[in-house]
C-alpha cells in the first residue's frame, strides 16, 4: 500500500461551510453487542452492532462560511487526488469554533455527526 501526501487533501459538498480548508478528520466507529451465555465457556462473544461516523475539519475563516451547528448537508472528504480515500456522506453540523491568534490567521474548525452510512473508496 502506498502512503499518501497529505497536501491533496480536499472537503467538498458543503456549500456554506469550508471555503480555504486545511485539514480534516474523520471517525468510523461500530458497536461489537456482548452474546456471551454460559454455554461460552468463559470466553466473551461478540456479534457487530450499529456503526456510525463523525469528524471534523478546519478552514481559514470567511464570512462565506455561514454554517452554523444544525446545518445539513453531504460532505466529500479526500485524501489525494482521484478517488483514492474518498469518504462521502451526509452530515449535521455539531458545532463551530472561531480561534483568533494575534500573530496568525483567523480560522474556523467544524465538527460533524453524520447520518446514515457512509460510502468510502479506497
Known sequence: M???????????GIATAGTSIKNWSMSL??????????DDS????YIPG??????????????????????TGT???KTSTGTVGLFTGGIIITGMDVSTPIDGVV????????????STST
Open 2 to 12: 502506498a502512503e499518501l501526501a497529505g497536501k491533496h487533501g480536499s472537503v467538498t
Open 29 to 38: 466507529a461500530g458497536d461489537a453487542l456482548e452474546t456471551t451465555d454460559f
Open 42 to 45: 468463559g470466553a466473551r462473544t
Open 50 to 71: 450499529l456503526t456510525g461516523w463523525s469528524g471534523s475539519f478546519e478552514c481559514n475563516y470567511s464570512t462565506g462560511n455561514t454554517a452554523v451547528p444544525g446545518s
Open 75 to 77: 460532505i466529500i472528504c
Open 107 to 118: 480560522t474556523q474548525s467544524y465538527t460533524f455527526q453524520g447520518t446514515g452510512a457512509v
